[in-house]
């Protein structure tokens, strides 16, 4: 069963500031590694998403894979206070093509004016 | 403008009764799936559906049903409700379930509470 953990819990940061969050996972063999948002009363939804190991950038946000050490960060540049949310990792299995996602428990981001 | 709709937003019931919750689509996707989010629990993945067709049932309890009436409707069944069935339920949907890299895109939830 694949687990995934996310690190820090919480994280309160000024306006402006560079956002580092960690994830790791258990399975290597899995497939592409997914970042969503998750504002209070809604949905998830995807920010940005990596399969092969190095890194992908998108905007401000920027996610590195290390398949060896089986673990992804997402950084997230000149924070803005809209940028507060709970940041959700998930995981994609490979098990017969079924999308099926494994979430990490969030970390909940705070982006101080 | 939401694309995928979920009813009712809140819901309370009573343990043992039994609740469906709704989940239309409106983005023209083939596969469709509901996920629970406990509290202090991580978003918990429970069904997927491609093409109307079950594809992964990770639900331990014969309680849950999905039903599939249409392509872009996934109701949930719910029978014999228990206090720990209180979650907030999410629907979402990707474009045809199959290859293991595609984007969900969620709705917003049915949050049940169970008393």
């Known amino acids: 069963q694949e687990k995934v953990q996310q690190s820090p819990e919480s994280l309160i940061v000024p306006e402006g500031a560079m956002v580092s969050l960690n994830c790791s996972f258990s399975d290597s063999a899995s497939q592409s590694i997914w970042w969503y948002q998750q504002h209070p009363g809604k949905g998830p939804k995807a920010l940005i998403s990596i399969f092969s190991n190095g890194n992908k950038k998108e905007g401000r946000l920027t996610v590195y894979l290390n398949r060896a050490s089986l673990h992804v960060s997402l950084h997230i540049k000149d924070s803005q206070p809209s940028d507060s949310a709970v940041y959700l990792c998930?995981?994609?299995?490979?098990?017969?093509?079924?999308?099926?996602?494994?979430f990490g428990q969030g970390t909940v981001l705070s982006v101080i004016p | 403008d939401p694309k995928i709709i979920q009813k009712p937003k809140y819901l309370v019931a009573v343990t043992g009764s039994e609740k469906i919750l709704i989940c239309e689509q409106y983005?023209?996707?083939?596969?469709m799936y509901w996920y629970r989010q406990s509290a202090k629990k991580p978003l918990e993945f429970m069904f997927s559906?491609?093409?109307?067709?079950?594809?992964d049932n990770q639900t331990a309890s014969s309680r849950f049903q999905p039903q599939s009436s249409k392509k872009n409707h996934l109701d949930l069944q719910i029978t014999a409700l228990k206090p720990d069935d209180s979650a907030t339920y999410f629907c979402?949907?990707?474009?045809?379930?199959?290859?293991?890299?595609?984007?969900?895109?969620f709705g917003h939830g049915t949050k049940l509470s169970v008393l």
């Open positions: 559906y491609s093409y109307q067709k079950l594809m």
């Open positions: 998930a995981v994609s299995m490979a098990t017969g093509g079924n999308n099926k996602l494994t």
């Open positions: 983005l023209g996707h083939n596969a």
């Open positions: 979402a949907s990707s474009q045809d379930g199959t290859g293991g890299c595609e984007r969900l895109f």
